[in-house]
């Protein structure tokens, strides 16, 4: 494997290798690829969203963060669709982007009910095919990112040309990285597929359903940051009920002791630093392989924003209250409808 190849190589890849090594010498020289890409990693991101808030306006950054994110993941993931029809539904999901957070904002709670549960039925359904690619981490969260930093006057129209440019750049970069591989499956194979007796369908249904409806609880509570909720719902959800309860207790500790981390450089460091701990966050999620340190790392980012905004012990209140409630939530939920799939299947077979 070359340098460059080591590079490509996820976490759990590059720790697998490290631990792998013959040699200490091997060992050393494979620990320092894996910090170069780190270091690169940490740096594009740092400096791609810099260029986003410069071209598009600070309120915008956030729209350089969901860009960044699906040029990262869809370089090398896949929709498991023909890769044009699968380039050209990567617009669709930017259309879906442009105007679904907004309009569920200006519609309130029980419109934003339906028309987030409109859009997430159209990115979990066409870009969620194969469970096992995670496509809903990066889907459904550029969603909602949206939905929870929503803009409006100039910085909306700001943002949609920011959309429109990081659709142009994804596309291109999918494409090509992509126009190699061969996928039977059609765009317009996907509804037929849906099949409630399968555990795909049954999954995609809770991910359509649940994670609008925890948005939507959590905005009549009077809740802010009710995107909070909702990521951590989507996150929990997964085919398989023992992963989920493996996902909903990490999600629940980790954030515990990402808050309990973050309170410490908080009072630890000077304030002149603050700035800089959703960077230690991101590079901590850099090193992390496993679901419940990077749920510790993510939660750096969050409460540096977050805190600005409602006070440090609102911040905190908020972050651990919005992530127990979707996780538990989307547990009984799920469980609750996979009783109701058992019986339904048992009186019709």
């Not at 306006?57 to 990262?72: E, F, P, Q, R």
């Not at 617009?91 to 982007?97: N, R």
């Not at 609008?212 to 809740?223: H, I, K, N, T, W």
Request: hydrophobic share 55%.
């Amino acid at each position: 494997m070359t340098f460059y190849q080591e590079l490509q190589v996820n976490q759990a890849g590059s720790k697998k290798i490290i631990r792998e090594s013959a040699s200490q010498r091997e060992k050393l020289y494979h620990i320092a690829v894996y910090l170069t890409k780190i270091a690169i990693t940490v740096a594009f991101c740092f400096i791609f969203v810099s260029l986003y808030s410069l071209g598009f306006g600070a309120d915008n950054s956030i729209v350089g963060v969901v860009v960044l994110l699906y040029l990262l993941v869809f370089r090398s993931a896949h929709l498991c669709i023909r890769t044009g029809q699968s380039t050209l539904l990567l617009a669709g999901f930017f259309g879906i982007m442009a105007v679904g957070p907004h309009a569920a904002n200006l519609a309130g709670p029980v419109g934003g009910l339906f028309i987030n549960a409109a859009a997430i039925a159209l990115l979990i359904l066409f870009g969620c095919h194969e469970p096992r690619m995670f496509n809903q981490s990066t889907l459904v969260l550029g969603y909602l990112l949206l939905y929870g930093y929503d803009v409006s006057g100039h910085a909306y129209q700001m943002r949609l040309f920011g959309l429109a440019v990081g659709a142009l750049l994804v596309c291109a970069v999918f494409y090509g990285n992509h126009r190699g591989n061969a996928y039977e499956l059609c765009a317009g194979d996907i509804l037929p597929a849906f099949d409630l007796r399968h555990p795909r369908s049954k999954w995609q249904l809770c991910q359509i359903i649940c994670v609008p409806l925890v948005l939507f609880l959590a905005e009549l509570s009077g809740m802010p940051r009710a995107m909070w909720a909702g990521i951590a719902a989507m996150s929990a959800i997964l085919p398989a009920m023992d992963d989920m309860r493996y996902r909903v207790r990490w999600r629940i500790i980790g954030n515990i002791a990402g808050v309990c981390c973050f309170l410490a450089l908080y009072f630890l460091l000077p304030s002149s630093i603050y700035a800089y701990i959703g960077v230690i966050g991101g590079i901590g999620v850099g090193f992390s392989a496993k679901y419940g340190w990077q749920a510790v790392f993510n939660t750096f980012g969050a409460l540096a924003i977050a805190t600005s905004a409602y006070g440090l012990k609102s911040a905190v209140g908020l972050r651990v209250a919005q992530n127990v409630f979707g996780v538990v939530f989307a547990l009984l939920f799920c469980l609750i409808l996979q009783r109701i799939f058992a019986r339904w299947e048992r009186s019709a077979s």
